[in-house]
């Protein structure tokens, strides 16, 4: 009895002092319960992801700004200084008395002013910007991926601390139902009521429990850490979800009924045909390389010229000039004509692309729905499962109670009602989490909604 005592002892002081454990059985005074809107709606307003992408989003829009300004007329003001180190020689025929060699110019020479340049007709230039709000739209889209991708990976973590906090309370009833039959057989063993080897088989499922308990509470703090994490908040916040899993039973059947199966919203299908639209728009501006082109250029000067040290008596004389530039492109060795034809060959290729994408995503969709049906009538069944293994355990209860049915076999009933609560509960996880992949899939997650929502705790 002595030894049992102590395998008893060991085991209750090595439970206490592991850090997993009694860092997850504490719960903080602070903890706050948030349910999975406020949990999305914080993510979406802190986390990082989300604040690179819209800044991503404003890049672009100044990257437009920068080829509007292209079309505005541009000023610039300079200025010059020669110094002359051998002046040119002019040479007059004298006659008789030959040919005679003048110098020209002066020693130093300055020009000061402005010069300014326009475009009046620039066709490439303005389809340069169409082609900026298409990009500017591929930012969009790929700023709603990130969140629609964000929303998923928060959703999801929360259904894994909804499935390890559930898991935990079933394995935890396992644990106390195990050590309240081995106090039990303890006492009755110390009456002689009972063998030794009872209370040695009531330790043993005991022991048994206590590992699983441990990776329950393990599983609980890293589900509650990765959430915090998407959360963009640091991990000393302690989240508790305010909802279980069995809650979402109620409206799972309606739900599955009623699905959109629309993939009209599917991010890579908008990003495809945002790039199709760029490709389309880059291949008119090769077909304008061929357009002429007509740009206004002006100009003020002021001149000035001395002889022997610089900058003395300077004498400035303005001059101005307005002009205007015409090009007609002509001939190029048929660049343009191949570059043209690149562009149409990856607009065509888009279109193959399309079709193949939008096959892979309909299969995708009706695999994902299959599932959803799957683990719907798995959490029917299993469901009706926990009923009859709880029906089957309160059997075995009273049986035992009244000595008409062994110890093992109480045991075995409590087993299988863990057994089933746990598949239920992993059915349940199992559904929402595709669920929510589809929805990305789909992309038909309401932003909006988390736009004007409000959580209570920020």
Same mark, same amino acid.
């Given at each position: 009895?002595?030894?049992?005592?102590?395998?008893?002892?060991?085991?209750?002081?090595?439970?206490?002092?592991?850090?997993?454990?009694?860092?997850?059985?504490?719960?903080?005074?602070?903890?706050?319960?948030?349910?999975?809107?406020?949990?999305?709606?914080?993510?979406?307003?802190?986390?990082?992801?989300?604040?690179?992408?819209?800044?991503?989003?404003?890049?672009?829009?100044?990257?437009?700004?920068?080829?509007?300004?292209?079309?505005?007329?541009?000023?610039?003001?300079?200025?010059?200084?020669?110094?002359?180190?051998?002046?040119?020689?002019?040479?007059?025929?004298?006659?008789?008395?030959?040919?005679?060699?003048?110098?020209?110019?002066?020693?130093?020479?300055?020009?000061?002013?402005?010069?300014?340049?326009?475009?009046?007709?620039?066709?490439?230039?303005?389809?340069?910007?169409?082609?900026?709000?298409?990009?500017?739209?591929?930012?969009?889209?790929?700023? +709603? =991926?990130? &969140?629609? *991708? %964000?929303?998923?990976?928060?959703?999801?973590? #929360?259904?894994? @601390?909804?499935?390890?906090?559930?898991?935990?309370?079933?394995?935890?009833?396992?644990?106390?139902?195990?050590?309240?039959?081995?106090?039990?057989?303890?006492?009755?063993?110390?009456?002689?009521?009972?063998?030794?080897?009872?209370?040695?088989?009531?330790?043993?499922?005991?022991?048994?429990?206590?590992?699983?308990?441990?990776?329950?509470?393990?599983?609980?703090?890293?589900?509650?850490?990765?959430?915090?994490?998407?959360?963009?908040?640091?991990?000393?916040?302690?989240?508790?979800?305010?909802?279980?899993?069995?809650?979402?039973?109620?409206?799972?059947?309606?739900?599955?009924?009623?699905?959109?199966?629309?993939?009209?919203?599917?991010?890579?299908?908008?990003?495809?045909?945002?790039?199709? +639209? =760029?490709? &389309?728009? *880059? %291949?008119?501006?090769?077909?304008?390389?061929? #357009?002429?082109? @007509?740009?206004?250029?002006?100009?003020?000067?002021?001149?000035?010229?001395?002889?022997?040290?610089?900058?003395?008596?300077?004498?400035?004389?303005?001059?101005?000039?307005?002009?205007?530039?015409?090009?007609?492109?002509?001939?190029?060795?048929?660049?343009?004509?191949?570059?043209?034809?690149?562009?149409?060959?990856?607009?065509?290729?888009?279109?193959?692309?399309?079709?193949?994408?939008?096959?892979?995503?309909?299969?995708?969709?009706?695999?994902?729905?299959?599932?959803?049906?799957?683990?719907?009538?798995?959490?029917?069944?299993?469901?009706?499962?926990?009923?009859?293994?709880?029906?089957?355990?309160?059997?075995?209860?009273?049986?035992?109670?009244?000595?008409?049915?062994?110890?093992?076999?109480?045991?075995?009933?409590?087993?299988?009602?863990?057994?089933?609560?746990?598949? #239920?509960?992993?059915?349940?996880?199992?559904?929402?989490?595709?669920?929510?992949?589809?929805?990305?899939?789909?992309?038909?997650?309401?932003?909006?909604?988390?736009?004007?929502?409000?959580?209570?705790?920020?």
């Amino acid at each position: 009895m002595k030894s049992l005592i102590s395998v008893a002892m060991l085991a209750t002081v090595i439970s206490t002092t592991n850090p997993v454990s009694a860092a997850t059985d504490i719960v903080p005074s602070d903890t706050l319960s948030v349910s999975l809107d406020e949990c999305i709606a914080i993510a979406l307003d802190k986390n990082p992801t989300i604040k690179v992408a819209d800044m991503e989003v404003s890049r672009v829009d100044y990257s437009k700004k920068e080829t509007i300004g292209q079309l505005l007329p541009s000023i610039a003001f300079g200025g010059q200084y020669n110094r002359t180190l051998a002046k040119q020689v002019a040479y007059m025929n004298m006659g008789d008395a030959g040919r005679r060699g003048i110098k020209m110019g002066l020693d130093n020479s300055y020009n000061v002013g402005f010069s300014a340049t326009m475009p009046l007709i620039a066709p490439q230039l303005w389809k340069s910007l169409k082609l900026s709000d298409s990009q500017i739209l591929q930012n969009v889209e790929a700023a +709603r =991926s990130s &969140r629609l *991708a %964000l929303i998923n990976s928060v959703e999801n973590a #929360y259904y894994s @601390l909804l499935l390890a906090e559930d898991s935990k309370k079933v394995i935890q009833e396992s644990y106390d139902n195990a050590v309240f039959n081995h106090d039990v057989y303890q006492k009755k063993f110390q009456v002689g009521a009972a063998s030794e080897y009872d209370v040695l088989r009531t330790s043993v499922a005991v022991k048994n429990v206590e590992p699983e308990l441990t990776q329950a509470d393990i599983a609980i703090k890293q589900a509650r850490l990765q959430l915090t994490i998407l959360m963009g908040l640091d991990a000393t916040h302690a989240l508790t979800p305010a909802t279980t899993l069995s809650d979402y039973e109620k409206t799972m059947y309606d739900h599955t009924l009623g699905i959109d199966r629309s993939i009209e919203g599917n991010t890579d299908l908008r990003m495809l045909d945002l790039q199709t +639209r =760029s490709l &389309r728009d *880059a %291949l008119t501006i090769q077909k304008m390389s061929w #357009y002429p082109t @007509l740009s206004m250029n002006a100009s003020y000067n002021w001149t000035s010229s001395n002889d022997g040290v610089p900058f003395k008596n300077l004498q400035w004389s303005p001059y101005s000039m307005v002009g205007l530039t015409l090009n007609i492109p002509l001939f190029e060795g048929g660049q343009r004509y191949h570059r043209i034809k690149q562009a149409q060959i990856q607009v065509d290729e888009m279109k193959w692309q399309r079709e193949n994408l939008e096959r892979n995503i309909n299969m995708q969709v009706d695999l994902a729905i299959d599932n959803i049906k799957m683990n719907v009538k798995q959490i029917a069944s299993n469901s009706e499962s926990v009923r009859q293994a709880d029906k089957a355990h309160s059997i075995m209860e009273k049986s035992f109670e009244i000595g008409a049915a062994s110890y093992l076999d109480l045991r075995d009933s409590e087993l299988a009602l863990t057994r089933a609560r746990l598949a #239920y509960f992993q059915s349940i996880y199992n559904y929402l989490v595709a669920d929510s992949d589809l929805r990305q899939l789909l992309g038909n997650a309401d932003l909006q909604k988390y736009e004007t929502y409000t959580p209570s705790h920020k």
